[in-house]
């Protein structure tokens, strides 16, 4: 849960898991819950007050080492492919952008567990903050999120992996103990769906998260790079106009009964392909305030690699997709630093036009 006041952690109350031990660490308090897990806050075994304290000490002074050595966030139950999938995307010589730290893992009641580092919030809370504002600003500030979590599922996709679940509760903003830098940084979470690319397994078009599922993932096979960005576009489009209209379909279906599942997915399907259309069920008459260049996005989305599982014709033109969100393309880890930057200073409310670069693409 979170203080929207704060934009900070709240832990709900626990029964019978309050002081249980998963490795080195402690449970402390639930943080979430998901549909097959729980993420709590876990605080390392046996160390002394004074040293906890003086964590505490140095986390108001802007040192985020020491309280990331004390505090994370342990899912239980967590699933083997998640855990593997962390661990290859952090296996090269550096870190993979946008995905949190994996401190440890292990086998608890037969079941595994994973602690990672602790972030602040979902994105669906920062989108809740954002309701509110203008729409010129509320989109500005979208821009600059799209350019922070295209250029993470970029590093993610190349480095042999697609997400496969984008959704407002799978995308974190913020680092709880780290610099000013990081308080806006943006990270995936829950790869317990992800699958390699390429070469993945065929997923059912119920996976995922079907609010925001690609087009093309309802009619099964492999999930691919393109998927995931198309993902991301459906995610934006809600984050500007509010729960898009199919979204009430998905809450009425009795989810067992699996001929009607597979219609109400079916359903969803052509509706958002009436959307990317230019008749009458297109976003220019359906939505008429949703800026053209979040439409053009989606419509590019479409146009990558046809159904082929691997090669360059499968791979997402990133910089194209970023351009249509404002900018010349997505850069390097200079401009990540920028990006994210921007995104908070718009978040905060203290930036209300965008840099001349971006300012001249979003019209």
């Given amino acids: 849960k979170i203080c929207r006041r704060t934009f900070d952690l709240v832990l709900y109350p626990m029964s019978g898991v309050q002081g249980v031990r998963l490795g080195d660490y402690m449970l402390n308090g639930k943080i979430s819950r998901g549909a097959k897990g729980c993420v709590f806050l876990g605080q390392r075994a046996n160390l002394g007050e004074d040293f906890i304290r003086s964590c505490a000490e140095k986390q108001g002074e802007g040192s985020s080492t020491a309280s990331n050595f004390v505090f994370a966030a342990v899912k239980y139950p967590a699933t083997n492919r998640e855990i593997r999938t962390m661990r290859n995307l952090h296996a090269k010589s550096s870190p993979c952008l946008g995905v949190p730290q994996l401190f440890e893992s292990g086998l608890h009641g037969g079941k595994p567990w994973l602690a990672m580092e602790l972030l602040r919030a979902p994105v ?58 990081d308080r806006h940084a943006a990270f995936f979470v829950d790869f317990g769906l992800a699958h390699p690319h390429p070469g993945g397994d065929p997923i059912s078009a119920h996976a995922g998260t079907i609010e925001f599922n690609s087009i093309r993932s309802t009619d099964g096979g492999p999930r691919l790079p393109r998927d995931d960005v198309e993902a991301l576009g459906w995610l934006l489009c809600w984050a500007f106009l509010g729960d898009l209209f199919w979204f009430p379909w998905i809450e009425e279906v009795n989810w067992k009964d699996k001929p009607r599942r597979a219609d109400m997915c079916r359903r969803v399907q052509l509706a958002k392909l009436g959307l990317l259309g230019s008749g009458p069920a297109s976003f220019e008459t359906t939505y008429p305030g949703l800026p ?72």
Avoid at 300 to 312: E, T
């Fill in 124 to 181: 669906a809370e920062v989108v809740r903050k954002l309701r509110g504002r203008p729409s010129k600003l509320r989109w500005f500030c979208l821009c600059a999120l799209g350019h922070l979590l295209l250029r993470r599922l970029r590093e993610i996709h190349q480095r042999g992996f697609v997400h496969c679940d984008i959704n407002d509760s799978n995308i974190m903003i913020g680092k709880k103990f780290g610099s000013t830098a």
């Fill in 292 to 363: 053209a260049e979040l439409a053009q996005y989606m419509r590019l989305c479409r146009q990558f690699g046809g159904d082929l599982d691997c090669g360059q014709a499968a791979r997402p033109d990133y910089d194209a997709l970023a351009r249509l969100l404002g900018g010349w393309g997505l850069g390097g880890e200079g401009q990540d630093v920028e990006d994210a930057e921007l995104f908070g200073r718009l978040f905060e409310g203290t930036c209300i036009e965008l840099p001349s670069t971006l300012a001249q693409a979003v019209k």
